[in-house]
Every structure is written in structure tokens, then in C-alpha cells.
């Protein structure tokens, strides 16, 4: 069954050769520099009323190693790697989807942040597990993170 695939796309190809230059039998481009971050150490910014606090899904969320805060006012910020300075981001849109997914977007001192999270359990009566996928990208590059994070 799987020759006779071959053979068919084969054919395909050979007999529409214009048909078949999409994006589907181009190779794809390389980013160019991946965006890496740093855990997020003794922010210099007090976090009043709640935050939310994200790290890679392969990071315990009891190290309090955090690599996306969100503060009460919607302002977020991340470490990058080779930096001592910290990005802040304002938050400019947040989106509720059909799946039970939230979207929320910031940008910032030339980043933007794709938020896209899911509300996984309740931990108590003020916070909640999520899980979902961080985006961070600027004019040279874009990065994705698989995340998990406590949102108070």
C-alpha cells in the first residue's frame, strides 16, 4: 500500500511539475539564532495582588526557577541569556478561545510574547495550574517553549 502511495505521488510530480513547487515540498528555513532565556533571579520589581509565574515544562514548579512573569498590571518580563537587564513587555491583547485555551500577547522594548495557556487544576481557592506554549520572538528570531506555571 505504501509503494503504490509512492508511485501515485511520483506520477503526480511528473506529470504536474508546477502543481508540486508549494511549501509542502520546499525544505524549510532555518531561524537564524534561537532566543535563549535565563530563570529569573530576585526581580527587581515588586509583584502586588498575585502574579502568574511560568518555566519550562521539564522544570519543577517548586524550584521557583521562573523564565515568563506576569505581575497584577498585566506587565510581563523575561531574562534573556548574556543580559543583566530584564525585557518588560505590556500586556496588549488577551484572548479567550473556543478550546479553553487564553491568548494573551505582550510586547516590549522590541520583543513580543505569545502566551497560550490552558487551565489544567485548581491548587487552592486563589491559584491554578496551566499549561501551555510560550512564544518569544524579535525582528532576528522566534522561539517556542513548552511551559507550565501557577497563576495567582
Known amino acids: 500500500m ?4 509512492i508511485y501515485i505521488v511520483a506520477i503526480f510530480q511528473w506529470l504536474n511539475p508546477e502543481e508540486t513547487k508549494n511549501k509542502a515540498f520546499q525544505p524549510q528555513q532555518p531561524i537564524q539564532s534561537r532566543i535563549k532565556l535565563n530563570y529569573i533571579k530576585n526581580p527587581r520589581i515588586k509583584i502586588d495582588g498575585g502574579g502568574n509565574y511560568y518555566t519550562y515544562d521539564t522544570t519543577s514548579l517548586d524550584k521557583k526557577k521562573h523564565i515568563f512573569v506576569i505581575s497584577a498590571s498585566k506587565t510581563s518580563f523575561i531574562s534573556l541569556m548574556n543580559q543583566s537587564e530584564y525585557i518588560y513587555m505590556e500586556r496588549s491583547t488577551k484572548e479567550d478561545l473556543t478550546d479553553g485555551f487564553i491568548k494573551e ?6 520583543y513580543t510574547a505569545i502566551l497560550k495557556t490552558k487551565r489544567v487544576k485548581s491548587i487552592n481557592d486563589y491559584s491554578s495550574l496551566h499549561e501551555g506554549t510560550l512564544i518569544i520572538s524579535n525582528q532576528k528570531a522566534s522561539t517556542s ?8
Open 2 to 5: 505504501n509503494l503504490l502511495l
Open 145 to 152: 517553549f513548552k511551559v507550565h506555571g501557577i497563576v495567582e
Open 105 to 110: 500577547k505582550f510586547q516590549g522594548d522590541g
